[in-house]
């Protein structure tokens, strides 16, 4: 794959991808690894991708910068949770994580306490998640399969043909209605396998609000996926 690099300072590297579906110019910056991505389509000269590159050196920068800000998991720190900051605090004796208080009490290893607190939201995630699939689904009447938790970035939720939901965990960073509005959007899809305008009625019966929390996941998301739980 070729590869141009953008000079200042840090330089940036931007792989060159050739395309046959590609209608146009697309710069990307991979939320995983921050790995920048130029695809092209055929006929459209690498000159040309490399200006295109050149006139868009601000929001590349701006959108790195951002995505290094991470918030790194410590003890004496903070952790989202519910939309709040939640204090992270050691304790003598303490056996995994336990919420106290305001306080998410943990023991005093900073070694292991990012993966502590990582279960800690897992759990509270999938029950959250789960009581909220069953009233929605109690709501319409309908029955789902199972419910998966992962730590996706390309999507907070997502409905099989069969039935069976997913979710991300780090949807119990946010604020409940956010939390409640992907389980609604998903559940939705038990009815509509689709984004019509059918769907968004079953939304809108669900969830009146989801317009707002729409915006706040657009505008509020990545922070989540920028909590880091180990270094």
């Not at 006139?55 to 920068?61: I, Y």
């Not at 790195?64 to 939640?86: C, I, K, N, S, T």
């Not at 992962?150 to 780090?170: E, I, N, P, V």
Request: glycine residues 8%.
């Amino acid at each position: 794959m070729a590869r141009h690099v953008l000079d200042g300072n840090p330089p940036i590297t931007v792989e060159l991808r050739r395309s046959a579906r590609a209608r146009r110019l697309s710069l990307r910056v991979s939320r995983l690894d921050g790995r920048v991505t130029l695809t092209l389509p055929h006929g459209v000269p690498e000159r040309e991708g490399v200006a295109f590159i050149a006139s868009r050196e601000g929001w590349l920068r701006d959108h790195l910068g951002a995505m290094r800000d991470e918030h790194a998991v410590r003890l004496g720190g903070v952790v989202p949770f519910r939309g709040q900051a939640l204090p992270v605090r050691a304790a003598d004796r303490q056996r995994g994580a336990a919420l106290r208080d305001g306080v998410l009490w943990v023991p005093d290893d900073p070694v292991t306490v990012g993966t502590r607190v990582q279960t800690f939201l897992k759990a509270q995630a999938r029950d959250a998640l789960a009581s909220a699939s069953d009233r929605h689904a109690a709501a319409l009447g309908r029955s789902y399969g199972r419910i998966t938790l992962r730590d996706t970035r390309s999507r907070w939720g997502s409905c099989t043909s069969a039935g069976d939901l997913m979710y991300s965990w780090r949807l119990i960073m946010a604020p409940p209605e956010v939390l409640d509005y992907v389980a609604a959007h998903e559940v939705a899809h038990l009815v509509e396998m689709n984004h019509s305008a059918a769907f968004w009625a079953v939304v809108a019966r669900l969830f009146p609000d989801h317009d707002r929390c729409r915006r706040w996941l657009r505008t509020e998301g990545d922070a989540l996926h920028r909590v880091r739980f180990a270094d």
